[in-house]
């Protein structure tokens, strides 16, 4: 099965970046998609964007498009963030998907343990 392990993630100011990586490993054949969630205090984990293992086309939610980018480089996922707002502050995860569409949680077979990113204001 497909292992993922996050990393990247702190405190950081309002207004500033971070980049996470998401490592990978295993049989990356299996891979359509990979993707980014969050989840913060309260509230129930979230879809952040996603890319097509093949690459090009990428997706994100609309609160972090212009903001955020995903991109891949062999076994090493990546989640470029700027201007980062306090709101950002989550949990995030890294997730394979093995198929082709859809961004609900049960669309992604294989999770990460997740980085904690803490933005303040």
């Known amino acids: 099965q497909v292992q993922l392990v996050e990393s990247g993630g702190g405190l950081v100011q309002a207004g500033k970046s971070l980049r996470l990586s998401c490592a990978i490993s295993?049989?990356?054949?299996?891979?359509?998609?990979m993707g980014w969630f969050r989840q913060a205090p309260g509230k129930e984990r979230e879809f952040v964007a996603r890319?097509?293992?093949?690459?090009?086309a990428t997706y994100y939610t609309d609160s972090v498009a212009g903001r955020f980018t995903i991109s891949r480089d062999k076994n090493t996922l990546y989640l470029q963030m700027n201007r980062l707002k306090p709101e950002d502050t989550a949990v995030y995860y890294c997730?394979?998907?093995?198929?082709?569409?859809?961004?609900?949680?049960?669309?992604?077979?294989?999770w990460g343990q997740g980085t904690q990113v803490t933005v303040s204001s």
């Open positions: 295993g049989p990356t054949f299996s891979i359509y998609r």
């Open positions: 997730a394979a998907s093995r198929s082709r569409d859809g961004t609900r949680l049960t669309d992604f077979n294989s």
């Open positions: 890319v097509f293992w093949s690459g090009g």
